[in-house]
């Protein structure tokens, strides 16, 4: 059964850093993408970030590129996601997902991934 679990949300002031962690399981291999979405209250899910399935490749969407960077460690099937310099626009649920089709290119869209995990909370206030 696969699942994906993504926790180290929480609340920060801006310029501050959070890490966020996706945990996978129930996969044979580790040969897939993983991809960080988040969507803010009223707003479309958005890409993020994503991690080819041996780390070589990655992708960031504009507005995060600098700040953020996401790495994996298959031996632990973990993803992280390392948030610095966070702004107010940041915040949002960020969901981690799992892409098979897309394992040596990540995508950067949605359907281009097959699992979800259940998000965790981001905010950015002072």
């Known amino acids: 059964q696969v699942q994906l679990v993504a926790s180290g949300g929480g609340f920060v002031q801006p310029g501050g850093s959070l890490r966020l962690s996706c945990a996978a399981s129930?996969?044979?291999?580790?040969?897939?993408?993983i991809g960080w979405f988040r969507q803010a209250p009223g707003k479309e899910r958005e890409f993020v970030a994503a991690?080819?399935?041996?780390?070589?490749?990655?992708r960031y969407t504009d507005s995060v590129k600098g700040r953020f960077t996401i790495s994996r460690d298959n031996a632990k099937n973990t993803v992280d996601l390392q948030m610095n310099s966070l702004k107010p626009e940041d915040t949002a649920v960020y969901y981690c997902?799992?892409?098979?089709?897309?394992?040596?290119?990540?995508?950067?869209?949605?359907?281009?991934?097959?699992?979800w995990g259940q998000g965790t909370q981001v905010t950015v206030s002072s």
């Open positions: 991690i080819s399935w041996n780390g070589a490749n990655t």
């Open positions: 129930g996969f044979t291999r580790a040969d897939y993408a």
């Open positions: 997902a799992v892409g098979r089709r897309w394992a040596i290119v990540p995508g950067n869209r949605a359907d281009q991934y097959d699992y």
